[in-house]
């Protein structure tokens, strides 16, 4: 839309707003904060947790189970759902992959204390 247009539209019509703008600002913070050491950190340790579980099926079970009893008996968790990758290229990947490990925080750490994880090398 040109400018001119534009803030016609956004003159005459108030209640709607310009989303192109706000969301390509809403990326570039989102990029600068993803691009800070810490978050990288963060990042790669999700995106490590999250591989390492889908790439063993035993891993896979345990945490399942875990997941569904949290589901099952627990009101808090009945929000869950299952992890997620991350595309490094997409900021929503990168706070979904993120998120998702936040959520199942209670889950990973039932199947890491029920399972024996640490002993059996994962």
Known sequence: MEAGARKLVVKNHKHMVEKRCMMHGYALVMGSVFGHPWARNILKLCQSLVSAVKSSHKLTNWLRVEFQLLRDNDVQHKHLTWLVQAATTRF???????????????????????????????
């Open 92 to 122: 929503s990947s990168m706070y979904n992959c993120m998120y998702s490990v936040y959520a199942m925080e209670v889950a990973l750490k039932n199947m890491v204390s029920n399972h024996r994880v640490r002993q059996q090398g994962y």
